[in-house]
């Protein structure tokens, strides 16, 4: 499943996205006040989307968890995609608050910190890899982690022109594995069979179907044989175990070549 932001009244979307949250929302008619809001919406609908998933969310569900009907809440948002632009924006503001505290360490350090965080951040919001990065949210969490990851790459001295570059890898980086790691957790939920099962079977059928295996695949049997595919968390899934060690292998090297960036442009 696929969400494009945008679809709805840019104007109100935009509006609702960059409104004042400090708990006074403005009342746009006259009449009694009203027992929801649109952050309690919000709130619910991330509750209810953490817990059971994106396909599991509708107004109707959000809707029963406030003891409300669906059309309660059209008061407060006017849609199903106008409601995931805002959860996903309110999600990834609690990511913006923990990142702004990292933007004194070494540059380094805090682009780590920022990774390992966002990757932690899929796997507690797993829905907000539905949300498509083809049309950005636009709204204020989002540019506040992109400013946080901005400001250390800018004070560590890497060109303006390269900072954007750099933010789009990094997520690119953390998004590609930390889907896997989240599939591999719903798995066996969805499936009904636990990993190892899965594994022992499908292994002995390969070891039947390809007994040649090793002499098509030296490679590749040279790797087994190294321990290159041994899960060495027992507690984690092995796909989601592999899927870390892919996006740790990955963030080294991606800092290793904006750390080349920052001194090339130092010698400049």
Do not use: C
Not at 112 to 120: E, G, I, K, P, Y
Not at 160 to 183: H, M, Q
């Amino acid at each position: 499943m696929v969400v494009y932001a945008g679809q709805g009244d840019a104007r109100r979307a935009m509006e609702l996205l960059w409104r004042d949250r400090d708990g006074k929302e403005k009342r746009t008619a006259p009449g009694p006040k009203p027992e929801l809001s649109v952050d309690l919406v919000v709130e619910t609908a991330i509750a209810l989307a953490d817990e059971e998933g994106m396909d599991a969310l509708s107004m109707r569900a959000v809707g029963g968890r406030l003891g409300r009907t669906a059309m309660s809440l059209y008061t407060y948002v006017a849609s199903k995609n106008e409601l995931v632009e805002l959860m996903y924006d309110q999600a990834f503001g609690e990511l913006a608050d923990a990142a702004e505290s990292d933007t004194e360490q070494d540059w380094r350090a805090a682009t780590t910190s920022w990774a390992v965080r966002l990757w932690d951040f899929y796997l507690r919001h797993p829905w907000t890899l539905e949300v498509s990065q083809a049309r950005p949210v636009l709204g204020p969490g989002e540019y506040r982690l992109f400013e946080s990851l901005a400001t250390v790459l800018h004070r560590a001295g890497l060109a303006p022109v390269r900072i954007r570059s750099a933010y789009g890898n990094l997520f690119t980086l953390v998004r590609g594995p930390v889907r896997t790691a989240s599939e591999a957790r719903r798995a066996e939920a969805v499936t009904g069979r636990a990993e190892d099962e899965w594994w022992y079977e499908r292994s002995a059928e390969l070891e039947r179907v390809a007994p040649d295996f090793a002499e098509r695949f030296p490679t590749l049997t040279l790797m087994s044989e190294q321990g290159a595919f041994d899960n060495e968390d027992m507690d984690k899934p092995y796909l989601e175990q592999e899927a870390w060690e892919t996006f740790r292998f990955g963030l080294e090297a991606l800092l290793d070549g904006i750390e080349a960036a920052i001194d090339a442009q130092e010698r400049k």
